[in-house]
């Protein structure tokens, strides 16, 4: 179902590699987009570990509560059993919703008006989207 490709006895996972291709991308847009909105480049680029780690979270969460019928029975062998996965299921939903959760703490936190940062970041998301899906 998904195309492997495979270099020198290495399997490379497609779509591993649209996500982490497209997550690049959308950093690099929003580094590049930060000089034209004059907006600060450094404060996506420090948070970029908080980014990451809540967009995992939220889209694997938001998946096992979409498809709950398929992981209920999961629940009782562990929490890190429920989280573990082996397969490609995430949601775009709950990615989006986890980046934004962190933005908008860390926009709180250190008092930015986020119109300019919510521009720059929805056309970097519609770029890297192209990629991704």
Known sequence: MYPQIEILGITIYTFGLALSISFILFFFMLY??????????????????????????????FYIIAEWRDFQFLWSQGVLK??????????????????????????????????????????????ASIIGF
């Open 32 to 61: 590049k987009l930060s000089e034209k909105f004059g907006i600060n480049a450094n404060f996506f680029l420090g948070n970029v570990l908080w980014f990451f780690l809540s967009m995992f979270v939220f889209s694997r969460l």
């Open 82 to 127: 429920f989280l573990l996965m082996s397969d490609y299921n995430f949601s775009l939903m709950g990615g989006v919703f986890g980046f934004m959760v962190v933005l908008l703490f860390q926009l709180k936190r250190f008092m930015i008006s986020s119109r300019k940062y919510i521009d720059a970041i929805v056309l970097a998301f519609l770029f």
